[in-house]
């Protein structure tokens, strides 16, 4: 085999390498729990799976593209004697410590609201087409803030199905764009 | 540097910031990763650093181009 032959196999090798360590040591799942009590909530899907507060972000739970949810929450506190304000939000978890508000519920202190801290119900929800399926885990973390007292619980969730198109798209680009950087690497013509 | 760097920053660039996200869609990282962010700039510098290596394509020299001789003028 001749130098520049096993020159072109090293290469071709240590990028390989490479890209393996760097996602490999990057891929490792989330293993902090990011629950801060004293809330308690459940939703159930009509499959019969339950998703509770205490659900580890070490486990990803496959939603359904569409279902309808049973649902209950508790701040655990006293019921109110008048109406006072409360706020939170659910949120997704993005790259670089950014995240996308999907709903939040600032609710003023004058709002005439029900006086409770228990609250129950069904949901239906659909999941846009535009959402890839089958993908990674999305974190989503609900924070919940009423009377001094905030409650943040988190939950890593995919969307059942495949990722279709967008997945082989995705694919396919990097496949071209390493084509191109390894193209980088051919020797220039010496004039 | 033998190779061609602009062309190996440019395309390590990008198939950092492909390969991120098809990742992702394929399940192996989760969408909040670090791995997004950095992958591109892994992928630039592999890109600059592999076209300083230039392992491919042998160093041959460009054909000569036609100059004029004393015969000529």
């Not at chain 1, 520049?4 to 990028?15: D, H, M, Q, V």
């Not at chain 1, 499959?47 to 486990?59: C, H, I, R, S, Y």
């Not at chain 2, 592999?46 to 181009?65: D, M, Q, V, Y």
Request: charged share 15%; with cysteine; aromatic share 8%.
């Amino acid at each position: 085999m001749g130098l520049n032959r096993r020159r072109r196999f090293a290469a071709l090798g240590i990028l390989a390498g490479t890209t393996i360590l760097f996602v490999g040591a990057l891929a490792a799942p989330a293993t902090a729990e990011v629950i801060q009590p004293p809330c308690t909530g459940s939703v159930t899907f009509s499959d019969g799976t339950t998703v509770t507060e205490k659900q580890p972000l070490t486990e990803t739970v496959e939603a359904p593209a569409s279902d309808t949810v049973t649902y209950s929450g508790d701040t655990t506190l006293d019921p109110p004697s008048e109406p006072e304000g409360f706020s939170g939000s659910v949120a997704l978890a993005l790259p670089a410590g950014g995240s996308y508000v999907i709903v939040d519920w600032p609710v003023p202190s004058d709002a005439t609201t029900e006086q409770t801290s228990v609250t129950d119900g069904t949901y239906t929800y659909t999941v846009p087409d535009w959402v890839p399926k089958g993908t990674g885990p999305m974190e989503v973390t609900a924070t919940h803030t009423q009377r001094g007292q905030t409650c943040v619980v988190a939950v890593n969730f995919s969307v059942e199905g495949s990722p279709g198109g967008a997945a082989w798209l995705g694919a396919g680009l990097t496949v071209a764009a390493g084509a191109g950087m390894l193209a980088g690497g051919i020797k220039k013509k010496v004039v | 540097m033998n190779g061609r760097p602009v062309i190996g920053g440019i395309f390590g660039l990008l198939f950092g910031l492909f390969l991120g996200p098809t990742l992702w869609l394929w399940g192996v990282i989760p969408l909040d990763s670090p791995a997004i962010v950095i992958l591109p700039l892994v992928g630039l510098v592999l890109g600059i650093l592999f076209a300083a290596w230039a392992p491919f394509g042998s160093a041959e020299p460009a054909p000569a181009t036609a100059t004029p001789t004393d015969e000529e003028e």
